[in-house]
């Protein structure tokens, strides 16, 4: 299953996300993993989550986060959800590549029983149909 947070800045997409991961580890039956672009969740989420800046990583473009997302998965098998904050800033801004990657994203989380969170930002008005299902 995959969910978009998706409002333009300051619109408290952060705030969903954070609420949204711990959520998920008090319900959860595995690990949870968030990616981010800079180091700015340290102090809001609680230690129990696998903070990773894929700043860090030279992650920049939908291919390589792909690979980051299965190699992951291929290390540890019980991840049972996923949180990516800020999409565009660590793929880039072409909305095409993003949609691309939010579907292939859904059928990656279907098939390995996982949930997948991204934030968007990007007026929630302007998001394409492929994007619009997953809010």
């Known amino acids: ?5 998706m409002g333009l800045k ?22 949870v ?3 981010e672009y800079g180091r700015k969740l340290t102090y ?8 990773v800046d894929s700043k860090e990583y030279g ?12 190699g992951l998965h291929a290390g540890n098998f019980d991840i049972t959800n996923v949180f990516i904050d800020n ?7 072409d909305k095409a590549a993003g949609e691309e990657f939010v ?16 934030t968007i930002s990007e007026d929630p008005a302007e998001a394409s149909e492929a994007i619009k299902q997953y809010l």
Do not use: Q
């Open 33 to 35: 993993v968030c990616i």
């Open 44 to 51: 809001d989420v609680t230690y129990k989550v696998r903070l």
């Open 1 to 5: 299953m995959i969910h978009v947070i």
């Open 59 to 70: 992650i920049s473009s939908p291919e390589m986060l792909k690979g980051f997302l299965s």
């Open 87 to 93: 999409l565009y800033k660590t793929i880039g801004n």
């Open 10 to 31: 300051g619109s408290g997409k952060t705030k969903k996300l954070i609420d949204a991961i711990h959520a998920a580890v008090a319900e959860a039956h595995g690990d």
């Open 103 to 118: 579907a292939w994203c859904a059928k990656f989380a279907a098939d390995n029983n996982m949930e997948i969170t991204i």
